[in-house]
C-alpha cells in the first residue's frame, strides 16, 4: 500500500518551454504533498508544500511563478516549471504524506529534467 | 539550512559486516525518521523513531536517539550487497509546519 507515482520518470526540454510533473497517490489520499530537489550527490531540498485545494507554501529562495504547484485533489499534485533555463535540469521528487501529520512520507520515484 | 547532519557522508564496508551512520539536527523534534535511496530512484522509507523513545529495532535495522546530544545512529547490521544505497535521516520541527527536512546522507557501499 501507500503508493506514489510520478510521471514522467525523465523528460528533456527545450530552453524556454514549460514541463508539468505530475505525482499521484495511488491507494490513499493525501492533504498534503512535498515537492523536493535533489542535484547530484546531495540531499533534498524542499521546494515547497502542496496543501488539497489551497495555494502552495513555498520555501524561502522558491520562485513561486517559475514552480507552478497545483493540487486539486486529495490524490494529484502537479509541479509545472515555467519558461525552463538549463539551471532547472535536476532531479525533482514528491511526497506525500497518508494520516497523522508527522507520520512517514511516501516517495515518488523522481523525475530527472534535462533543459537543452 | 539542512536541519540534519550526516556522517560520514561515504561508507565502504565488506559484506557481512555492519554499518553505522549517524545524523545531528539542531531543533526540538516530534520525531525522527530513516529514509534509503537507490540510485535515481525515490525515497523509501525505513523506520521512524518519536521523541520519547531512545531505541527502536525493525529487522536488521537498529536505530537510537539521543534528544540531548540532539543525534541519532542509524546501524544495518550483517549487510548485504542490495544494502547499498544512500541513508538520509529526517526531522520535523516541533512547531510550525508539517515538514521534514533531511540530511546530508550518508552514501553506503556494501562490497561483495
Known amino acids: 500500500g501507500a503508493v506514489v507515482s510520478q510521471h514522467p520518470s525523465w523528460v528533456i526540454c527545450k530552453s524556454g518551454t514549460s514541463v508539468k510533473i505530475e505525482c499521484r497517490s495511488l491507494?490513499?489520499?493525501?492533504?498534503?504533498m512535498f515537492w523536493y530537489r535533489q542535484f547530484p550527490k546531495q540531499s533534498l531540498m524542499l521546494m515547497a508544500t502542496?496543501?488539497?485545494?489551497?495555494?502552495?507554501?513555498?520555501e524561502q529562495g522558491v520562485e513561486k511563478d517559475k514552480f507552478l504547484i497545483n493540487h486539486a485533489s486529495l490524490t494529484l499534485s502537479t509541479l509545472t516549471v515555467t519558461s525552463a533555463h538549463p539551471e532547472d535540469s535536476s532531479f525533482y521528487i514528491c511526497s506525500a504524506r497518508e494520516g497523522r501529520a508527522f507520520g512517514p512520507l511516501h516517495f515518488g520515484n523522481g523525475t530527472r529534467l534535462t533543459v537543452t | 539550512s539542512q536541519q540534519g547532519e550526516e556522517d560520514p557522508q561515504a561508507l565502504s564496508i565488506q559484506e557481512g559486516e555492519n554499518a553505522t551512520m549517524n545524523c545531528s539536527y539542531k531543533t526540538s523534534i516530534n520525531n525522527l525518521q530513516w529514509y534509503r535511496q537507490n540510485s535515481g530512484r525515490g525515497l523509501v522509507h525505513l523506520i521512524l523513531i518519536r521523541s520519547n523513545e531512545r531505541e527502536k529495532h525493525s529487522g536488521r535495522l537498529r536505530v537510537t536517539l539521543d534528544t540531548s546530544k540532539k543525534s541519532s545512529s542509524l546501524l544495518i547490521t550483517a549487510s548485504r550487497a542490495a544494502d547499498t544505497a544512500s541513508y538520509f535521516c529526517a526531522t520535523d520541527a516541533r512547531q510550525g509546519a508539517q515538514k521534514l527536512v533531511f540530511g546530508q546522507g550518508t552514501r553506503l557501499t556494501i562490497n561483495p
Open positions: 491507494d490513499f489520499q493525501a492533504t498534503t
Open positions: 502542496s496543501n488539497e485545494g489551497s495555494k502552495a507554501t513555498y
